[in-house]
């Protein structure tokens, strides 16, 4: 589940508070999916690969859709002491 604060979100081009590097339409769907699937989601078969619905592979393809996207602002923020 992904927190509701600012590390995670950005304004997309008319002003919707998108999950950074998902569309509106994506970023409603992973929620939605975050919401249906719960504590059950990301549950692999026996291969370690495939993943037991269809609801949880689309909800895993956006969360790394999402985490690639955060990653060039996940490294900005790193300061050197």
Same mark, same amino acid.
């Given at each position: *589940?992904? @927190?509701?604060? @600012?590390? +995670?979100?950005?304004?997309?081009?008319?002003?919707?508070? /998108? &999950?950074?590097?998902?569309? %509106? %339409?994506? =970023?409603?769907?992973?929620? #939605? &999916?975050?919401?249906?699937?719960g504590? /059950? #989601? *990301? =549950?692999? *078969?026996?291969?370690? +690969? =495939?993943?037991?619905? *269809?609801e949880?592979? #689309?909800?895993?393809? &956006?969360?790394?859709k +999402?985490?690639?996207?955060?990653?060039?602002?996940?490294? %900005?923020?790193? =300061? #050197?002491?």
């Amino acid at each position: *589940m992904i @927190d509701d604060d @600012d590390e +995670h979100y950005q304004l997309d081009a008319h002003g919707v508070r /998108v &999950l950074i590097g998902l569309s %509106a %339409a994506e =970023t409603a769907e992973f929620i #939605r &999916l975050d919401s249906a699937l719960g504590d /059950v #989601r *990301m =549950t692999p *078969m026996e291969d370690g +690969h =495939t993943w037991s619905c *269809m609801e949880d592979r #689309r909800w895993l393809e &956006l969360f790394e859709k +999402h985490e690639a996207a955060r990653q060039p602002f996940r490294n %900005a923020s790193r =300061t #050197r002491h």
